[in-house]
């Protein structure tokens, strides 16, 4: 059944490419909601330490709020249950798609539409924030690679006002 | 643009990420049952409206979520200070 199946992405496949900057959708990936009071708990379930700092990323998990993690992972990677701790697992693979923003323009186009001062926000760093009025995740992995997870539905319109700020 | 403190992501960051959720430290009845009608009001729609120093809620709504409180000039719009929920009344 699922060879029927084909996979339709809302941004265009070809990368946006302008003067310092490249656009393009990265592969689709797993995603999980991870949520915990005691950060603990979670290492008991994956096996490895989790960022405690909101705002810090460590080996694909982020922090994004005092007991909200996002663990992004290549699909096939194998999660576990966390059946009898007290965590909560989300699958949202399917509910976002991420943008790769690269250049050494990127901070200077994704600050056409997010108010972050990217000056401070350093290699490494990963938070929720806003473009425009659309809600993203924004992880910075190097100093000129964004990666933008943003909402299916509003790919579309995010897609647009990214390369639209590129081409100015 | 105002940037506000977030005491959970413990920086300043700009204000539209935010989130006003009014006025802070209003307790919920403790035995809602015993409430007279006058209490129910004062509880549902009193609030205090000063010119000047106001105690209110914000929520990092597109950043880490929480809610948090503030203390406000109402005349300035200055931020005096943000502080986690919880905590006493600044
Ligand atoms: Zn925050």
């Known amino acids: 059944m699922s060879d029927a199946l084909t996979r339709a992405e809302p941004v265009p496949s070809a990368p946006f490419v302008g003067d310092g900057i490249s656009i393009s959708l990265a592969a689709p990936m797993m995603r999980y909601s991870l949520r915990a009071r005691q950060p603990q708990a979670l290492e008991t379930l994956l096996g490895v330490k989790v960022p405690k700092k909101i705002g810090a990323m460590e080996e694909g998990i982020a922090c994004l709020g005092p007991d909200e993690w996002l663990l992004r992972a290549p699909i096939g990677s194998k999660i576990v249950g966390g059946a009898g701790l007290p965590v909560s697992l989300v699958d949202i693979s399917e509910r976002a798609i991420c943008l790769v923003v690269e250049g050494p323009r990127s901070a200077e186009i994704l600050n056409a539409g997010c108010p972050l001062d990217l000056d401070r926000f350093a290699v490494g760093r990963a938070t929720r924030t806003i473009f425009e009025t659309v809600e993203i995740v924004l992880l910075r992995l190097a100093e000129d690679r964004f990666h933008v997870e943003v909402w299916r539905s509003f790919a579309p319109w995010m897609w647009t006002a990214l390369t639209t700020a590129a081409h100015h | ?90």
């Open chain 2, 1 to 90: 643009m105002i940037l506000i403190h977030c005491p959970y992501c413990d920086e300043k960051r700009p204000e539209i990420e935010f989130a006003y959720a009014g006025q802070a430290h209003i307790a919920r009845p403790v035995d809602p049952d015993s409430y007279s009608d006058e209490e129910w009001e004062r509880f549902l729609f009193i609030r205090a409206n000063p010119r000047g120093r106001h105690h209110e809620r914000w929520r990092h709504s597109h950043g880490c979520g929480r809610f948090f409180n503030a203390v406000r000039d109402t005349v300035t719009d200055k931020f005096e200070t943000t502080y986690k929920a919880g905590e006493p009344r600044k």
